[in-house]
């Protein structure tokens, strides 16, 4: 089965700053990958995908993800992060038979 | 316009009650999808279907009951509420192959 895991349950930085959520993937074949975003009360928001091609990856709210297959991570970074970024990001993998398989949650707090 | 709409939004109810959530989509998707997620934060797919036919059925007591009359609506009814039911519960919908899934805004169900 495939599965994804988020190694930090909070991330802390200051506005301005780069912001990294880590993400790393476990499939048994072409990995297609997610991120989504949670604000308080709300339900998920799609960020960006990978299925295939470049592995830098653009998305929503001046988000990006980097696709790296040797090290099967697929990190999420801002290069500025805003305060408005603090919420509740999950990282996700699509399995063979088109279920997403979430990972735990990763809360970043944005501080001003 | 409110792509995918969940009724009610917060549920309150007593131990061994009967209770159903509704949802809506209105983004022409194929496929449509119930998730729980717990009181840590973590997601869990439940149920998914498509074009009305249930497709993924995940290890979920059989007091929970999906029910889809059309491709545009996909209900949750719950039978003998318990209190290890309470939770908030996701309605998504996406085209199966394609993704990424939308979500609603989630009903927050509480047993007392």
């Known amino acids: 089965a495939q599965s994804v895991a988020q190694p930090e349950d909070q991330v802390n930085v200051a506005e301005g700053n780069p912001l990294t959520v880590k993400c790393t993937y476990s499939?048994?074949?072409?990995?297609?990958l997610f991120w989504y975003v949670q604000y308080p009360n709300r339900g998920l928001q799609f960020l960006l995908k990978?299925?295939?091609?470049?592995?830098l990856v653009k998305g929503s709210y001046g988000f990006e993800a980097e696709f790296n297959k040797s090290q099967t991570s697929f990190h999420l970074k801002k290069p500025s992060a805003l305060v408005s970024d603090s919420a509740l990001y999950f990282c996700?993998?699509?399995?063979?038979?088109?279920?997403?398989?979430f990972g735990a949650g990763t809360t970043v707090t944005v501080r001003a | 316009d409110t792509a995918v709409s969940q009724t009610p939004k917060y549920l309150v109810t007593q131990m061994g009650n009967d209770k159903s959530i509704k949802c809506e989509q209105n983004?022409?998707?194929?496929?449509m999808y119930w998730y729980k997620q717990d009181s840590k934060k973590f997601l869990k797919i439940m149920f998914s279907?498509?074009?009305?036919?249930?497709?993924i059925n995940e290890t979920v007591p059989n007091r929970f009951s999906p029910k889809s009359p059309d491709k545009a609506h996909l209900n949750l009814h719950i039978n003998s509420l318990e209190l290890g039911d309470s939770a908030v519960y996701f309605c998504?919908?996406?085209?199966?192959?394609?993704?990424?899934?939308?979500f609603g805004d989630g009903t927050r169900l509480s047993i007392l």
């Open positions: 990978y299925i295939t091609g470049d592995n």
């Open positions: 998504a919908s996406g085209d199966i192959a394609n993704q990424p899934q939308h």
């Open positions: 499939v048994s074949g072409n990995p297609y």
């Open positions: 279907y498509n074009n009305k036919e249930l497709i």
């Open positions: 996700a993998v699509r399995d063979d038979d088109y279920k997403l398989s």
């Open positions: 983004l022409g998707h194929d496929t």
